[in-house]
């Protein structure tokens, strides 16, 4: 026997009915960035290492560990699946030239990967929702982009300030984050007893992610930390005003998080994390804020830049406890063929059908045949669908079909004529059970 072959773990198939929650995210995910003048862009899953490395800086926990990443068997390049996608995103913003014309609001959703343990909204295959507003300096398209997270939970049914909490910082610049790491460092030297391994380790790398630890010992030397906002100049503070004004004047409940940090090292100004209650230890839902110094960093003119990403497994998982996603959807009608001599001309209806709009499933036949009218009526009534369609020999000899409600058990059946199926097949899905109304 051959040995039966399995997914890798922590990349997951989805599948019905599941698959159908998220096509109905993917269609208000773009009819809300159509809404608000975004763009889709669809960058390679692989891309050199460098980038990531370059971009996402060398001692983040995403390059030292999480990263997939291997040699080309071909020529030897040094590639890796996409840990996140702002990156990609910047090296085709540099390598087509799409700031020539000015700036752009750019949007994807797809796949990344980042080798990690795999527990429930944390994957090694997951799925984003990214934005990037790429080519303006002001505090008014940080705010937009916030503002857009929230006409996307509100198009979700969520309610900000409730279901999900926006958490706000700036990061200021690099002078600012310079001064301010000394005294971080000193912070932490002084009670280097408390740190754990890791916090040690990051003291002269990246002292900003002890900010971001999850020991408890560690946190309590953090609460009593420099807090970055102390340190930055007029520019920067105004900066952060100016989104805090919008964002107020717009009604968006926040909390200031000066312990807010990001785990990539290209962020300047302002960052943000919109979070929830409901998911225990996964609770960063949407997370993002301004970047602009990595387009010169990859090897473009230098250019402002802001945006944000959004993890769809978590999003999910939230919609899920809340009871916000909609039931997996149904057909219209199921249609059954007695005979198999009648297929050709339920087939031409159903086509007809189809095109008009109406959601209709045909019954397949196994090798055994088509079945009995019983077992067919069993799978119409399986489907989920409001209407049998019954193409049987009178029905077809008179040019008719015969529509039966699989919903109401009183309701008489009702024939309609093949050949005007556009007078009648809008009541197909108008909603109702009742086959007279067809």
């Known amino acids: 026997m051959v040995d039966r072959l399995a997914g890798v773990k922590g990349m997951n198939d989805l599948l019905p009915p599941d698959s159908a929650k998220w096509e109905w995210l993917d269609e208000r995910v773009r009819s809300v960035m159509q809404r608000w003048g975004y763009l889709g862009v669809r960058t390679p899953i692989v891309e050199p290492t460098a980038?990531?490395?370059?971009?996402?800086?060398?001692?983040?926990d995403i390059v030292e560990k999480e990263m997939y990443s291997f040699a080309d068997r071909l020529n030897g390049d040094q590639l890796t699946l996409r840990p996140e996608g702002t990156a990609g995103v910047v090296r085709a913003t540099i390598e087509h030239n799409l700031l020539y014309e000015g700036g752009k609001r750019l949007y994807y959703v797809g796949p990344m990967f980042r080798h990690e343990r795999p527990q429930k909204g944390r994957y090694r295959q997951f799925h984003q929702v990214g934005v990037e507003v790429l080519g303006w300096p002001g505090p008014d398209v940080d705010a937009e982009v916030i503002l857009l997270v929230r006409a996307l939970w509100r198009e979700l049914g969520l309610v900000e300030g409730q279901d999900v909490h926006?958490?706000?910082?700036?990061?200021?610049?690099?002078?600012?984050?310079?001064?301010?790491?000394?005294?971080?460092i000193a912070h932490f030297q002084a009670q280097a007893g408390a740190l754990d391994e890791e916090a040690l380790k990051r003291l002269h790398t990246n002292p900003l992610r002890v900010l971001d630890s999850k020991h408890p010992s560690v946190q309590a030397v953090a609460e009593t930390a420099p807090r970055l906002l102390d340190f930055l100049g007029p520019e920067s503070r105004a900066h952060f005003d100016g989104v805090r004004s919008v964002l107020e004047a717009c009604g968006v409940p926040y909390r200031l998080n000066p312990r807010l940090v990001r785990g990539m090292d290209y962020y300047n100004l302002t960052v943000f994390e919109w979070v929830t209650d409901h998911l225990g230890a996964q609770?960063?839902?949407?997370?993002?804020?301004?970047?602009?110094?990595?387009?010169?960093?990859?090897?473009?003119?230098?250019?402002?830049a802001v945006g944000w990403g959004l993890g769809i497994e978590r999003l999910v998982l939230l919609?899920?406890?809340?009871?916000?996603?909609?039931?997996?959807?149904?057909?219209?009608?199921?249609?059954i063929?007695?005979?198999?001599?009648?297929?050709?001309?339920?087939?031409?209806?159903?086509?007809?059908?189809?095109?008009?709009?109406?959601r209709v499933v045909l019954h397949a036949a196994s090798e055994q045949g088509p079945g009995s009218m019983k077992s067919q009526f069993r799978k119409a009534d399986?489907?989920?669908?409001?209407?049998?369609?019954?193409?049987?020999?009178?029905?077809?000899?008179?040019?008719e079909v015969t529509i039966k409600s699989l919903r109401v058990a009183d309701a008489p059946q009702e024939r309609?004529?093949?050949?005007?199926?556009?007078?009648?097949?809008?009541?197909?899905?108008?909603?109702?059970?009742?086959?007279?109304?067809?």
């Open 51 to 60: 980038l990531f490395v370059r971009g996402l800086g060398e001692v983040t």
């Open 337 to 358: 063929v007695p005979d198999a001599g009648a297929l050709a001309a339920a087939m031409v209806a159903l086509d007809a059908l189809r095109q008009a709009g109406v």
């Open 166 to 184: 926006l958490e706000l910082n700036s990061l200021g610049q690099p002078s600012e984050r310079a001064a301010h790491r000394q005294a971080l």
């Open 283 to 304: 609770g960063t839902v949407c997370g993002g804020g301004r970047y602009d110094g990595l387009i010169e960093q990859l090897g473009g003119k230098s250019a402002p």
């Open 319 to 335: 919609l899920e406890s809340l009871g916000r996603l909609p039931a997996p959807p149904t057909p219209d009608a199921y249609a």
């Open 416 to 438: 309609r004529p093949l050949s005007r199926v556009s007078d009648w097949s809008a009541a197909l899905k108008a909603g109702g059970d009742n086959p007279a109304s067809v």
């Open 382 to 399: 399986a489907s989920g669908a409001r209407f049998a369609l019954i193409f049987g020999h009178d029905e077809l000899a008179a040019g």
